[in-house]
């Protein structure tokens, strides 16, 4: 059985940096796209970032664009999320998806089939 489990999240300040993890068992992840979606209290689940199969091309929402990078260790079934220079507005449930073969689609949420349980990100301003 697929499992994605998320850490790395925390309180930190206006302007500093956290470092996501989510580490994937139960799958063959090499074969699967991954990607960052996050959700703010109220308000709707919104992409983040995706890293495709076979590629690991990179996709951003245009708010994290420049601040925030994605990236795999295969060898270690391992999606990571650097955040930097982050904002209030980060303040969000981060959670991590993966979808098998995924090439295309990667900020949509059907493209992918398996997510973790989120862990909570606060920027104090």
């Known amino acids: 059985q697929a499992r994605l489990v998320e850490s790395g999240g925390g309180l930190v300040e206006t302007g500093g940096s956290l470092k996501l993890a989510c580490a994937a068992s139960?799958?063959?992840?090499?074969?699967?796209?991954m990607g960052w979606f996050r959700q703010a209290p109220g308000k709707e689940r919104e992409f983040v970032a995706g890293i495709s199969w076979p590629d690991s091309a990179t996709y951003y929402a245009d708010s994290v664009k420049g601040r925030f990078i994605i990236s795999r260790d295969d060898a270690k079934s391992t999606v990571y999320l650097q955040m930097n220079t982050l904002k209030p507005e980060d303040t969000a449930v981060y959670s991590c998806s993966a979808g098998p073969y995924g090439r295309s689609n990667l900020d949509l949420p059907r493209t992918y089939i398996h997510w973790g349980q989120g862990t909570q990100v606060t920027v104090s301003s």
């Open positions: 139960g799958l063959t992840f090499r074969n699967y796209a």
